[in-house]
């Protein structure tokens, strides 16, 4: 909450590259008047500073976690203070922090609970392009309902409590603790979000949420074999079931488009 609120006293000083597409020119948001979008570097940094407290061990876990999440980071950043980073750049940089974590921690997808899809994880090339697939999915997806105030937020929340019910259900302490720095850094950046939208999660904080509690599901199904594939899927349900929306939406869309011009042209 500290650095959020340092960040909106300091408004004056970096709105101008910091609002980028909040003057009614982003096609997700609602909002009219420029609002720094840089909120995410104080969820990031926040849940960092707060690692401090926890002991050696689950500190290395928080440490591999922010080195993996850099490239997705910078990427979301790059485009919050306005240098039109691609949609298609920052999903491929979520794939290199995807592949910079499986590296890190030495873990993939361990499983996928289904029968038929099972012989992707049996072998490592296709348990790797999975991963990358997944979590560079979730990172997306979570990116993607960033729009109105406090619903990226709410529901990064909502999904850090509910894979901290099945960490406290395993008896995995150091997972626990790393989602109550998380919950404790996001609600402190909810406060100026929600209601009325002072500070904004921005594509750096969403994007590096995103990563961050997708390795986490990636990380408590290695750690403990008894914790079913589908339950992590249903605590990602919303943002997943949104993005494939968004996708079939799109294609309508475009669809449409190529009908209008092969009957009128």
Known sequence: MCLAFVIFLTRPLHIQFTAKGHGN????????????????????????????????TTFNLVSFLAISALPVFLGGLGEDVGFNVSAKMRLVMSFASALLAGMLFGAWIPRMGVPVLEILTLYTFPAIIL??????????????????????IGVSIVIALGLMSVAVSVGDNQISYILLLIIGALLGLLVFNYPFGKLFLGDAGAYCTGHILAWIAILLLNRHPEIAPFSMLLIFFWPIADMIFSIFHHQHTFSKILQYYFIHY
């Open 25 to 56: 020119a982003a096609v997700q948001s609602s909002h009219r008047l420029p609002t720094p979008r840089i909120g995410g570097l104080a969820v990031i940094l926040g849940g960092f500073f707060g690692a401090f407290t926890l002991d050696a």
């Open 131 to 152: 991963t990358l697939l997944i979590s560079g999915g979730i990172s997306h997806s979570l990116n993607l309902i960033d729009g109105l105030n406090g619903l990226a």
